[in-house]
């Protein structure tokens, strides 16, 4: 489900709700998905935004452990409504963010919109003529962050 809100008369943002990756679920996200996968237990989800304005993230169990392993970007969370609220406003750069206690661990990472310009999924090429085609030849790829 997706909902469509302004934001100062300019721009407009998209609302991801119910969005399920891996064995991961948010209840929703002011922020944009980039991508999400899963790499062996864990999930990952890439969500970037405008540096400034307040986002939220919300995961539908309200006994998540919320920790920031890096970045700038300083995040607050509380539970609500039956779910884990995640509250912040995107720094420029790159935050790692480690959710506990759901289904399980989730790793997500927090981007500007200017370096999220700069990423990208890349194939991880396979053997034979067909390795670097995704789902053909290879299923791995690398988050890739840099010009």
Not at 5 to 20: F, G
Not at 124 to 146: D, F
Request: net charge neutral.
């Amino acid at each position: 489900m997706l909902w469509l809100t302004s934001l100062r008369r300019k721009d407009s943002r998209v609302i991801v709700a119910n969005y399920c990756w891996g064995v991961s679920c948010i209840s929703h996200s002011s922020a944009a998905v980039m991508t999400s996968t899963s790499l062996g237990n864990v999930d990952v989800l890439v969500i970037y935004g405008d540096a400034g304005p307040a986002y939220q993230l919300a995961f539908p169990d309200p006994n998540c452990q919320i920790d920031q392993l890096s970045g700038p970007t300083m995040i607050s969370s509380n539970s609500s409504y039956g779910r884990t609220v995640v509250n912040f406003s995107i720094a420029r750069g790159a935050t790692l963010v480690q959710v506990t206690g759901g289904t399980r661990l989730v790793l997500v990472l927090i981007l500007d919109t200017k370096t999220a310009y700069f990423t990208w999924e890349a194939v991880v090429p396979g053997p034979g003529t067909l390795g670097s085609q995704y789902k053909i030849g290879s299923n791995e790829t690398a988050l890739v962050i840099g010009p």
